[in-house]
């Protein structure tokens, strides 16, 4: 059974940083692309940044700048270095990984909680 597994919130002060770390276990099917989503209370979940075979990762706008996406293929683990943190960054973080033909692999994990204090 696939299992994406997230870690690494917690309760912080606005301009601190934390690390987010995404372990994709159970899979044999090739990792090409990983990715981090949060979803804020009573908002939709969003693309934060993403990381594929081959191209420039993406970061989006509100983060830019400030979040780093990484990953280690050969381990099957994406990680989320967010730094400078603001009080809306406070959200629930989801990781998702991707295989042929951006194939979603997998279903979401149960995130971690990210709150920043301001």
């Known amino acids: 059974q696939v299992q994406l597994v997230e870690s690494g919130g917690g309760f912080v002060q606005a301009g601190d940083s934390l690390t987010l770390t995404c372990v994709i276990s159970g899979t044999s099917t090739a990792i090409n692309g990983m990715a981090w989503y949060r979803q804020a209370p009573g908002q939709d979940r969003e693309l934060v940044a993403a990381?594929?075979?081959?191209?420039?990762?993406y970061c989006a706008d509100s983060v830019k700048g400030r979040f780093i996406i990484s990953g280690d293929h050969t381990e099957n683990k994406v990680f989320l270095q967010m730094n400078s943190l603001k009080f809306e960054d406070t959200a629930v973080y989801y990781c998702?990984?991707?295989?042929?033909?951006?194939?979603?692999?997998?279903?979401w994990g149960q995130g971690t909680q990210v709150i920043v204090s301001s």
């Open positions: 998702r990984a991707y295989g042929p033909q951006a194939s979603r692999i997998g279903s």
């Open positions: 990381l594929a075979k081959g191209t420039n990762p």
